[in-house]
C-alpha cells in the first residue's frame, strides 16, 4: 500500500509559478512510477508529468512542456511538480499518483494509488 498526500497547491496570477509537493508513505515507493494528473471541471483526468523511479525517464503533456519540471526524491519520499509560467488553462484539481507498472503509461486506471488532490486556480 502507498499513501500519498499532495501540498502546495493554491491561487496564483497568470505567469506566476506554483510547487507542487507529495509524500508517499508505505514500502516500494522508489520502485513505483509516480504521477501528476489533473482534472478540470468538465474535463477529463489527464496525465500532466510522470517520472519512473530512477528518475531516467520522464513524461510531460504537450499543454505544459518547457514550463512544468517533475522530479522525485527516493530518500524523502516525495515527488515534486514545479509550475512556472502558469496559464489560466492550467486550472485543475492536481493529484499525485503512483504505478507499480514499469514504464510511464497515460491511462489513469492504470494508476493504483492516489492522493486526495490539491486545487491550482490561475487568475487571468
Known amino acids: 500500500q502507498v499513501y500519498l498526500v499532495e501540498s502546495g497547491g493554491g491561487l496564483v496570477q497568470a505567469g506566476g509559478s506554483l510547487r507542487l509537493s507529495c509524500a508517499a508513505s508505505?514500502?516500494?515507493?522508489?520502485?513505483?512510477?509516480m504521477g501528476w494528473f489533473r482534472q478540470a471541471p468538465g474535463k477529463d483526468r489527464e496525465l500532466v508529468a510522470a517520472i519512473t523511479w530512477t528518475g531516467s525517464s520522464t513524461y510531460y503533456a504537450n499543454s505544459v512542456k518547457g514550463r512544468f519540471t517533475i522530479s522525485r526524491d527516493n530518500a524523502k519520499n516525495t515527488v515534486d511538480l514545479q509550475m512556472n509560467s502558469l496559464k489560466p488553462d492550467d486550472t485543475a484539481v492536481y493529484y499525485c499518483?503512483?504505478?507499480?507498472?514499469?514504464?510511464?503509461?497515460?491511462?489513469?486506471?492504470?494508476?493504483?494509488?492516489w492522493g486526495q488532490g490539491t486545487q491550482v486556480t490561475v487568475s487571468s
Open positions: 508505505g514500502r516500494t515507493f522508489s520502485t513505483y512510477v
Open positions: 499518483t503512483a504505478t507499480p507498472r514499469p514504464a510511464i503509461t497515460t491511462t489513469p486506471s492504470d494508476y493504483e494509488f
